[in-house]
């Protein structure tokens, strides 16, 4: 009896480590699966956004990492996700040192997914000692969304 409690504890806390799914049906597993080859990491947030409302459509990462404040690199103070969708209508990349000895780093991506499909606009950030440049993640999310149709 405890050997299955203590499995099915296992199983729970390894399936809280997926990223959760956004889209639904296979367009969100698609996407989910593009994002992960193109920026995933433990530390990825990415938000796609409908442009005329910004009501937030999907979201790639834990919600931890999605509303997690970080430093915002090309102006004081710091952004969360969810914050940083106000600057993807004009496009930013960011990138800087999260911490005083620079042994970490913060990349943001923020922009107008390129479809002739849907009117999205994306917030993306990473955090930690492999993050992203918020350039080099604006590229490869460019294909990304492309590879998951949108």
Known sequence: MRAGLA????????SACAPPHGAGGGQGSRLDNQIAQAIGDPTTCLLLAD???GKVTYQYGESANCSRA???CDAPG???AQAALRFAAQGRLASCASNADGSRHVGWAEGRVQSTKSDLIYSAVMEGERAL???EMN???YDAFAAAGL
């Open 78 to 80: 710091t952004l969360t």
């Open 139 to 141: 590229a490869r999310l």
């Open 7 to 14: 499995l099915c504890a296992i199983a729970l806390s390894l």
């Open 51 to 53: 442009r005329a409302t």
């Open 70 to 72: 970080l430093p915002a």
């Open 133 to 135: 440049p918020g350039h």
